[in-house]
Structure formats: C-alpha cells, structure tokens
C-alpha cells in the first residue's frame, strides 16, 4: 500500500508553503480550499495506515467535508472509521456516525 506517501504528499502541498497549494481551479474559478477529492483520498489513505495515528486529522477531514456538503465516498467514510479504529478512539466514532446521520438527513 501507498497510503503513507499519499498523506505525505496530501501533508506537503497543503501546507501552505507550496504554491500548488494556494490556489486550485475549479469550474472555470479559483479557490483556496482543498477540494473534495483530496481530502476523500487522504480520509481513505489514514485508515490504511495500521500503526494509526491520524484520527484527528481524519475527523477534522471528515468535518471539512461535511461542513462544505461535499461528496464523500463510502471508501473515505470507512477509511475515517478505521484510522479511529487504530487510534482506539472511540468516542470519536460516535462523533463520526452522528455526523453522517446528520448530513444525510439535511
């Protein structure tokens, strides 16, 4: 698995540092934000790392995510489940079921 060079790579160009990160196109605009697809990978990828590690910054996706109502895929839902499961940060998973039942029923 390339999970751990994923995050590495989500972690570099969106630290702000670089110039890839500062500005995105979308829909014929510009915007400063990560887009959907990113953070849907990264969530898929921290719970694909098994010495675990991520699960705040997999909720604070997770929280993006749902805050902007952008797509989520099933894959980055369980890969949020799981780094939370590696973590054994089970209060959290609470957290994340109370909030995909929320966003579904907006």
């Not at 196109?25 to 991520?54: E, I, Y």
Request: some cysteine; hydrophobic content about 40%.
């Amino acid at each position: 698995s390339r999970s751990s060079e994923a995050i590495y790579a989500y972690d570099f160009f969106m630290s702000g540092n670089q110039s890839a990160a500062s500005e995105w196109q979308w829909a014929g605009g510009s915007t400063t934000a990560v887009k959907p697809l990113c953070r849907d990978l990264a969530c898929m990828s921290m719970g694909n790392v098994k010495k675990g590690g991520f699960s705040r910054d997999a909720m604070r996706l997770f929280g993006e995510l749902i805050d902007e109502d952008s797509p989520l895929s099933a894959d980055a839902l369980l890969g949020v489940a799981h780094s939370l499961e590696h973590d054994l940060d089970w209060q959290s998973s609470i957290q994340l079921l109370k909030g995909f039942i929320a966003s579904i029923h907006r």
